[in-house]
């Protein structure tokens, strides 16, 4: 499928490859240090909880675990500069900015897994245990759709209803322990939607490829439908079109193995502060030998040439950081398939993975 939010440029285009999806590829020779593109498109992404007084809400600017002064007491954001503050209030609006005040209300209820007792239809009241299979396809549709039955029911309580059956589902719902990072990601992504009318920002979410099963485990899942049916019963109601069970399972899709890590920028990444999905940069297969460098600047990542490449050649990055330089073939394959899913396969690997079976047959002398 071809994007449609991808940048045009005569240096790169996306074509398919043989095993990795899409890619970059160079369409002419590329000398060392060529700025590839700069983006700052973020459709959604969270700052954990723990560091949303010492990071900037919209620029991630963070000086050493000092709080920034800026703040919107009833949202709960920081910020580091004045522009900052502004940017962000413009990007969310009025709505945005309701709906981030209603969540933080929420959270700062502290509601801890006080349960008025399972209801028919709702299986969230117990998380499943850690440690179990990574659900299937089809687990993953099945506990979407029984979620549906609740949240139908918190629809017609928050349209009105003073049916029993609606407010029990409602209140019952509302007792059941939050997530505050999983309802933040998904609220950016429920914005962005809301948006969609006058940005191509949600289109380029659905350009990215799906993952089928993007939940590592059944209590992952468990907590991504809790946190939907959470936003169900506190976002202002002219956003709740919006909160589905699809868009939610849609947006962790294409987050599962497209999101970038926010990490601190003065020592070497050592802290993550959150992570969010900027689909352009997304294209960019990796490799522990990338031709590709990257750096994030505020909201926004960079990309140049780390040295030569000639045309034709894949535009690669590396996913590790760096990482994949003090790492063995093996250390490297278990990261990428454990984190990624995939064997990396790039050249370095195979040529690695070669002399390691050259090696056993007593052969010697490195090639790579």
């Avoid at 992404?45 to 620029?59: D, G, I, L, S, T």
């Avoid at 675990?65 to 004045?82: D, I, N, P, Q, Y």
């Amino acid at each position: 499928m071809a994007s449609t939010t991808f940048p045009a440029s005569d240096l790169y285009a996306l074509q398919e490859t043989p095993s990795s999806g899409r890619g970059v590829f160079a369409t002419q020779a590329l000398r060392a240090n060529t700025v590839l593109f700069k983006t700052d498109l973020l459709p959604a992404y969270v700052v954990y909880r723990e560091y949303k007084r010492e990071v900037c809400a919209h620029c991630f600017a963070y000086d050493s675990s000092r709080a920034h002064k800026l703040k919107v007491s009833e949202t709960g954001h920081s910020f580091c500069s004045k522009d900052c503050l502004r940017t962000w209030k413009a990007e969310a609006g009025s709505v945005g900015l309701q709906a981030w005040a209603a969540l933080e209300t929420f959270i700062r209820g502290g509601k801890t897994g006080r349960s008025s007792g399972p209801m028919d239809g709702n299986v969230y009241d117990t998380l499943p245990d850690e440690g179990a299979t990574r659900p299937s396809a089809d687990e993953i549709r099945i506990a979407w759709e029984q979620a549906e039955r609740t949240a139908e029911a918190i629809r017609k309580a928050r349209d009105g209803s003073k049916q029993k059956v609606h407010r029990k589902a409602l209140q019952s719902t509302l007792s059941l322990q939050m997530y505050p990072d999983t309802l933040t990601f998904l609220l950016s992504g429920v914005l962005t939607i809301s948006r969609q009318a006058e940005s191509q920002d949600w289109q380029s979410i659905l350009d990215l490829v799906a993952d089928e099963t993007p939940y590592a485990s059944p209590q992952d899942l468990a907590k991504n439908v809790r946190s939907y049916l959470h936003l169900l019963c506190v976002l202002p109601t002219e956003l709740l079109p919006h909160v589905t069970g699809a868009n939610c399972l849609t947006l962790v899709s294409r987050d599962s193995h497209n999101s970038f890590g926010i990490r601190s920028l003065d020592d070497n990444g050592s802290e993550m502060f959150g992570f969010g999905v900027w689909p352009t940069a997304s294209y960019f297969n990796h490799s522990c030998e990338p031709s590709v460098a990257k750096r994030r600047v505020g909201r926004a990542w960079e990309f140049w040439t780390a040295h030569d490449v000639e045309a034709g050649e894949e535009l690669c990055i590396s996913y590790m950081g760096g990482d994949e330089q003090d790492l063995n073939l093996v250390e490297r394959r278990r990261r990428s398939e454990e984190i990624w899913g995939f064997l990396c396969a790039c050249s370095k690997c195979m040529c690695e993975e070669e002399e390691l079976e050259e090696a056993t047959v007593g052969s010697d002398g490195s090639r790579c």
